[in-house]
């Protein structure tokens, strides 16, 4: 119950954020943004690069720095390996290193962001604009779905974790290629703070299948113009 009081309040809040923006904008429907890409979450600890795809809209109007787009991520499975200690059948009183495998579920991030062009736009439109942008993140689904290590070991001292809720921190820095006045290729790279919370797991320490990380994102965006 307090995780899905907590998300709640989250999206409440970038409710009332995004209705207080459409109000100041509500006699002009130009610099409405819709990005297609796909970003490359640079994970430690076992799980490589996995590479998600998302799609955005946001608002990015000519006469202002600021501009916020919206993302809805969707990560397809991904494997991971980690070693821990656990006991064994034979010598219940020694611990072993063994090796753990396993495969997460497909995991769907809700990200909210906020941009700020580092050129003035006030007379014309730049060919090459780059940005810099804070954001957060929840993790709307995912898990892992199955793990795997040799028969004849228990008590491990680390465990994939169960259940709980994820949210995150992001910033970082990027740029935009205007090709034309309605499309433009994104590239921007930051870093995600992930928190991992109310992790149902008896072990002395659990392994998170979304942590922090470095993430690098490659999009084609296309922007309405001013009306």
């Known amino acids: 119950m307090k ?3 907590t998300l709640a309040l989250i999206l409440l809040a970038t409710m009332v954020a995004q209705a207080q923006y459409k109000k100041a904008s509500f006699f002009s429907k130009g610099g409405r943004t819709y990005e297609l890409g796909t970003t490359a979450h640079v994970m430690s600890d076992g799980k490589g690069a996995p590479l998600g795809f998302y799609f955005s809209w946001g608002r990015d109007k000519t006469e202002s720095h600021f501009f916020r787009w919206t993302e809805i991520v969707v990560l397809p499975p991904y494997k991971y390996q980690f070693q821990t200690l656990a006991s064994t059948l034979d010598n219940p009183g020694n611990k072993e290193s063994i090796s753990v495998s396993g495969k997460s579920s497909t995991h769907v991030v809700y990200n909210f962001n ?3 062009h580092l050129l003035d736009r ?3 439109e730049k060919k090459i ?9 929840v993790v709307l689904a995912g898990n892992i779905k199955e793990e795997n290590y040799s028969s004849g070991y228990y008590d491990l001292e680390k465990e994939g974790a169960g259940d709980g809720f994820s949210l995150g921190v992001r910033g970082g820095a990027g740029v935009l290629f205007n090709l034309t006045e309605k ?3 994104k590239l921007a790279a930051g870093y995600n703070y992930q ?3 109310g992790v149902d797991n008896y072990s002395t320490s659990t392994y998170d299948i979304f942590t922090s990380h470095p993430l690098v994102s490659l999009g084609i965006r296309f922007r309405l113009l001013e009306e």
Request: net charge negative; aromatic share 24%.
């Open 3 to 5: 995780k899905i009081q």
């Open 114 to 116: 906020v941009g700020y």
């Open 122 to 124: 006030s007379e014309d």
């Open 129 to 137: 604009l780059p940005f810099v942008f804070l954001g957060f993140n």
């Open 183 to 185: 499309a433009a290729i």
């Open 195 to 197: 928190f991992n919370f």
